[in-house]
């Protein structure tokens, strides 16, 4: 049983950054981010298989990095250069399929969500 607590969100101006935290309980190969702007629809943002390679949606590549510490059972995402469109609530997930990618973190076990906003 997976459980996933995210942590980091805030308010900053565009061009700058910020790192989500989400720790990780429980035994998964697979964990990325997603997001949720308000009225849209879940967006994979970013995935990382455990002790592998991550992926990257177009709209966040060369801006975003993923990355894990297992040691602390822990996943993060490095976000720069931010834009406005990058508001939304961000979400720690864990894909309940086999399949590791950043389109596939909004289908399974999800943390509370921590908002965003880059005004």
């Known amino acids: 049983h997976v459980q996933l607590v995210e942590s980091g969100g805030g308010l900053v101006q565009a061009g700058g950054s910020l790192r989500l935290s989400c720790e990780v309980s429980g035994v998964t190969q697979c964990v990325g981010w997603f997001r949720q702007a308000p009225g849209g629809e879940p967006e994979g943002v970013a995935a990382i298989r455990r002790g592998g390679t991550a992926s990257y949606a177009d709209s966040v590549k060369g801006r975003f990095t993923v990355s894990e510490d297992k040691a602390k059972n822990a996943l993060y995402l490095q976000m720069d250069n931010l834009r406005p469109e990058d508001t939304a609530v961000y979400y720690c997930?864990?894909?309940?399929?086999?399949?590791?990618?950043?389109?596939?973190?909004?289908?399974?076990?999800r943390g509370q969500g921590t908002q965003v906003t880059v005004s």
């Open positions: 997930g864990a894909p309940s399929g086999g399949f590791c990618h950043y389109t596939s973190v909004v289908f399974g076990t």
